[in-house]
């Protein structure tokens, strides 16, 4: 099944939105550091946010009180320099509400994440899974493990989603392909 680009990557692709992680799939994120900056969102506008970076690759997250109070309660501090190497488990949830409209938005789990069991060796070919299509290795594994039930490295992935494709399209012609799934 080919990657599809939500609507709001083309909104701000600078931070991590509900579109950065794969559907039904949680991602674990190292802080690297936490600060207020100045965002510029959509139409130009700038704010000053409190924005989480990560050491491990992925885009940094803005972060919203309800997010900054469970990073507190997991770790027992307050203190955004003690964040600072801790993991955190993020995840779309879909009833979060702005005002009176339910527009889901990524969370924060309320507990300290287990070690994350992502294989970084493509199940195919034996080589290492790198970071593809401004993606994670680790995404990039998630996906294709939740897409095609083995962890694949994108030129991997890319072959089996065309032999997946082209056993589902249809005869020209019109006629019956035996062997066919």
């Excluded at 997250?61 to 955004?80: A, C, E, R, V």
């Excluded at 070690?115 to 401004?134: E, F, H, R, W």
């Excluded at 993606?135 to 991997?156: D, N």
Aim: glycine share 8%.
């Amino acid at each position: 099944m080919p990657e599809k680009t939500h609507w709001k990557k083309m909104t701000n692709p600078n931070y991590m939105g509900d579109y950065s992680i794969p559907e039904g799939c949680d991602l674990i994120a190292t802080i690297d550091y936490v600060r207020k900056e100045k965002v510029t969102g959509v139409g130009g506008k700038t704010e000053e946010e409190v924005v989480c970076h990560f050491s491990d690759g992925n885009k940094p997250l803005i972060l919203n009180k309800t997010n900054m109070k469970t990073i507190q309660k997991i770790y027992h501090t307050p203190y955004i320099e003690d964040w600072a190497g801790r993991k955190i488990q993020i995840f779309y949830d879909p009833t979060v509400k702005f005002g009176r409209e339910t527009v889901g938005g990524l969370r924060i789990r309320d507990f300290v994440p287990a070690q994350q069991k992502v294989s970084l060796v493509c199940t195919d070919c034996g080589s290492t899974i790198a970071p593809a299509y401004g993606k994670t290795a680790e995404w990039l594994s998630m996906y294709t493990h939740k897409t095609y039930g083995k962890e694949l490295c994108a030129a991997c992935a890319q072959k089996l989603k065309d032999k997946l494709d082209a056993q589902k399209a249809p005869d020209p012609l019109g006629n019956k392909q035996e062997g066919m799934i």
